[in-house]
């Protein structure tokens, strides 16, 4: 992943989850890092590890919607296939955060189409809005506001490899990270 220098850097994760994000970027020696989501139920065990894992990380109940403060560096992993309207959130984003790595699911069928696309409940669950082909990721996030600094190819997500045929053979478990700054800068 294309992370940059975090040293000395204030720092967000979005959607933390369990906070591991958050704990990476403080080994990666960022001054502060505030760990959000909206709250989850794993909200418990996400402070009750970085207090025992003796973190100065700061965990606040918050919908990427609402960010409030300032940052240099903010983090967002697999949560953009969650959100009902991810451009509003990039935008929320880039009102708090110079420059932004996103991690999120991709559509493996779609790339097989040279546009910018996404698919719509691509769980068919409710559980996903929308999920980018690699170029609908890179236009999603200049729509937000952003300009793409770095982006990967496609990165497998080695967790979920052996779960079901649909992981096991690539159609889902794919995904794709963007580093990016604020297009003013
Ligand atoms: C698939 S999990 C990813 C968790 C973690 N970022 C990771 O990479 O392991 C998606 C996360 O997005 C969070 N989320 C969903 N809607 C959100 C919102 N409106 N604002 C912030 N986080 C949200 C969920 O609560 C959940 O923690």
Known sequence: MPWPDLVGKRCLDIGTADGFWALEMERRGAADVLATDVPTPFAQAARARLESARSGVRYEERSVYDLEGEFDFAFMGWVLQMLDDPIRALKAVRRV?????????????????????????????????????????????????????????????????????????????RSCAVLASRADG
């Open 97 to 173: 955060s110079q420059q932004l790595l996103l991690l999120d699911t991709i559509s493996l069928p779609l790339m097989l189409v040279p546009s910018p696309l996404a698919r719509l409940d691509a769980r068919r669950d409710g559980g996903e809005w929308f999920v980018f082909n690699p170029r609908g990721l890179r236009k999603v996030m200049e729509l937000g506001g952003w300009s793409v600094e770095e982006q990967t190819g496609v990165l497998r997500e080695r967790y979920f490899h052996r779960l079901d045929w649909k992981h096991r053979s690539g159609v889902r478990g």
